[in-house]
């Protein structure tokens, strides 16, 4: 029954990964403020957007996260 412990404690893992990192998006996003145009295109969006949709925002988080692996900014 080993395989089925190993998948369970996978599973704990990318829980916790998932929690973690949802958290520092959201940390992330509060510190955004709303500009009335996409952060990561700067095309125009709503008073209350940040970003015009799922993939900018997915782009802009991807990249916010390489700067800090690069260290530059
Ligand atoms: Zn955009």
Known sequence: MADLTDKASDYEEQARDAAISVARVAAQRARLPAV???HHCGAEVGQQARFCD??????Y???QRMRKLTGSR
């Open 61 to 63: 988080e991807f990249e």
């Open 36 to 38: 009335g145009q996409c």
């Open 54 to 59: 799922a993939e900018c925002r997915d782009g």
